[in-house]
Structure formats: structure tokens, C-alpha cells
């Protein structure tokens, strides 16, 4: 449900909200008035309530559901006995669609109205797999997750299964994309995932993926601390010192990072030239799915480079 509603408001934005808030005072005012001549005051306050409903499905409409999610034996022993490429999507446990991206439209515009349609950085990533090396992106949910974001082929396991599901994924994953949520520490579950990538030697393979820092610096800070954190379990080496080294190499304006060999390579935001409203204002940063999309297509081919 919060995921639902990070999704609404990103579609309606601030413009959209003002829209609704004016609607509710002017449907209040009808009601005190006793309406237009044609309308009594409850009509007007019901005619605001179904235009607010409209509104909403109309955003509810730009984030389809996929139908259900599938068990995983359907999915992963035909996958393993495949040689078929696949991306393979990780995160903490119930943080599915946590982080929304607007929609760059033509001319890599956000958007001029007061809905600005948006995407899930699941989707973004099951694009960049698809348009980069033509692969399939899978994702393990809990059991009772049986409805989730359309992107990647979400499967469910049981409490009991679901690390030798991971194991398997793991193991053959062509890239494995790490998703760091904007305000969830890791769990016992996540690391013990790490922990897989490293003892299977795919840290070459990992992409960390952490949320966009133009609506909260705190929260991307916070992510950036985790992913220091992240690297350091990668390597083995999960000591304040090692974590600290990464701290200091990383900039506040990371984006993407990916493990290597020898360490970690990063990819940061960088700002375009100011654009100015009519008012003369600048315009707020807006970081939208096509940054992380060029460079998941650049860092997604340098691992298919290495790892034909």
C-alpha cells in the first residue's frame, strides 16, 4: 500500500495535490452554500468526490498491477537448464517498488502538466536487461506476495525454499542488481544473499542501485552509507576500516556503483544546464529514469564484456 501511494504521488506531483486541495475547498464551499442552482450541496461535495476518484484512477492506471506472481517451479528449474542470460534482482524483503522514477518524456522533459507518469526502479532495470543484451529480469518474493509492480517475472517461495531458490539464481546470474531502498537497513536475508554472491565469486557481476538524492539528501546519504557497507561485505572484509575507505572514495552524488575485481567503480548524477520556469525560477533537479537507464546500458555491456 505505501508503495501505492509513493506511486500516486509521484504521478500527481505537488501540481497535482494543489489541484485535488482546491477541488476538496471548492466542493466544501458548495456544501456551505447549498450549491449551484442545479446542484444542492451534497451534489457538489459528490461531484468533487468523483472527480477526486477519477483523478486517482487515472494515476492508478499508469502503475498496472502484473496479474499475480508465480511460484517458483514454474520458473526456475527451466531457467537453470537453459543457457539463456538473465538479470537477477535483489533487495530487502518487502521493498518491492520503494524507489519512483519520473518518466522522461521527448526531449528528455519531465513533463508539463500536473500528472507526470513515473515508472519503478524494478521496471527500470527489467528495460536496460531487455534493451541491452535481450535478458529476461527475475525477482524472489515472499509466498503470500501474490500481486506485485509489473517489470521483472516475480516468483514467490516459501520461508523454507526461498535460500535455495536464491542459491540457484545466484549461482548463474549473467548480472545481479542490488536495489538499496531509501529507508531499510539490511536484514538477515539480504546478507545472507550477499554472502552467496561472494562465496560464488559473482562480485563482478553485482550492480548497486541506490535512490536518487533529488527529493531527500538525508535519505540518499543514508543509502550511500549502506552501499559502503555493501562493498565491504562484498569484499570480505566487513570492518570499520574497509568501510571507511569506501566512504571516503564515494561521492555524495553516487548513483550506480558496480563491484569489481579490484574495488568498485561509481557513476554519478550530473546536473544539466538550468532551465527556467516562466516565472523565471529555476527548475529543481529532477533525476528521471533515463539517467539510470544510460547507465545501466553502459554497465550492463562492460559485464557482458567481461563475462561473455
Known amino acids: 500500500m505505501k508503495a501505492l501511494f509513493v506511486r500516486l504521488y509521484r504521478f500527481t506531483r505537488v501540481r497535482g495535490l494543489i489541484v485535488l486541495a482546491v477541488g476538496l475547498v471548492f466542493g466544501t464551499m458548495l456544501f456551505a452554500m447549498g450549491g449551484f442552482q442545479a446542484l444542492s450541496g451534497a451534489g457538489g461535495v459528490l461531484g468533487m468526490a ?3 476518484l477519477v483523478m486517482i484512477v487515472v494515476g492508478a492506471a499508469k502503475y498496472p498491477r502484473s496479474a499475480n506472481t508465480v511460484g517458483h517451479e514454474e520458473v526456475v528449474l527451466p531457467l537453470l537448464r537453459s ?9 530487502p524483503f518487502g521493498q518491492d517498488a520503494e524507489i519512483v522514477l519520473p518518466k522522461a518524456m521527448a526531449k528528455r522533459r519531465i513533463g508539463g502538466s500536473p500528472f507526470v507518469r513515473n515508472v519503478t526502479m524494478e521496471q527500470v532495470v527489467t528495460t536496460a536487461a531487455r534493451t541491452t543484451l535481450d535478458m529476461k529480469t527475475y525477482g524472489i518474493v515472499d509466498q503470500r506476495t501474490t500481486f506485485a509492480p509489473p517489470g521483472p517475472i516475480l ?12 542459491r540457484s539464481l545466484i549461482r548463474r546470474a549473467h548480472v545481479i542488481v542490488l536495489i538499496l531502498p531509501p529507508d531499510r537497513d539490511f536484514g538477515d536475508g539480504f546478507q545472507w544473499e550477499v554472502e552467496q554472491i561472494r562465496r560464488y565469486g559473482a562480485q563482478s557481476r553485482v550492480i548497486v542501485l541506490l535512490p536518487p538524492g533529488d527529493r531527500d ?7 550511500l552509507r549502506r552501499a559502503c557497507v555493501l562493498l565491504a561485505l562484498l569484499d570480505g572484509e566487513p570492518d570499520h576500516f574497509r568501510i571507511h575507505e569506501y566512504e571516503l572514495m564515494l561521492p555524495a552524488t553516487t548513483l550506480l556503483i558496480r563491484s569489481t575485481e579490484g574495488g568498485a567503480k561509481w557513476w554519478e548524477s550530473v546536473a544539466g544546464p538550468p532551465e527556467r520556469t516562466l516565472l523565471g525560477r ?3 533537479m529532477v533525476i528521471a529514469d533515463i539517467t539510470y537507464l544510460e547507465v545501466l546500458e553502459v554497465v550492463i555491456r562492460e559485464i557482458d564484456h567481461e563475462h561473455p
Not at 155 to 166: G, H, I, T
Open 83 to 91: 543457457s539463456a542470460k538473465y538479470c537477477l534482482i535483489l533487495r
Open 50 to 52: 468523483i472527480s477526486a
Open 282 to 284: 529555476k527548475r529543481k
Open 217 to 223: 539528501e538525508e535519505t540518499h546519504e543514508a543509502a
Open 155 to 166: 516468483m514467490r517461495a516459501p520461508d523454507a525454499e526461498w535460500q535455495s531458490v536464491a
